[in-house]
């Protein structure tokens, strides 16, 4: 009998965020299943792609704008808490 094994699950195993256990019968699933291991194809492809689409942004200096927007939010609510 197959067991279905949802996207959700196959996309966890291409990003390696599974536990043993589970990571093991996916394996089990992708060495025995044409269908679950195109889509494991199509999942690795894809993380790879948009990786590298994004690394040029993830590279670039944080805005000063959105520091000093994050620090004065840090302030706000740390007054906040901080009144009786």
Same mark, same amino acid.
Request: charged share 40%; aromatic share 4%.
């Given at each position: 009998? $197959?067991?279905?094994?949802?996207d959700?699950?196959i996309? &966890?195993? &291409? ?20 269908? $679950? ?15 590298? &689409? ?8 944080i805005?000063e ?5 994050v620090?004065?939010g840090?302030?706000?609510?740390r ?6």
């Amino acid at each position: 009998m $197959i067991v279905p094994h949802p996207d959700e699950l196959i996309m &966890a195993f &291409a990003d390696d965020e599974l536990d043993a256990r589970q990571a093991l019968r996916v394996r089990h699933a992708v060495d025995n299943d044409d269908a $679950i291991r195109a889509k494991l194809e199509v999942f690795l492809c894809t993380r790879t792609l948009l990786s590298h &689409a994004f690394d040029a942004v993830l590279d670039e200096p944080i805005p000063e704008r959105l520091e000093r927007a994050v620090r004065n939010g840090a302030r706000k609510r740390r007054s906040r808490r901080e009144r009786p």
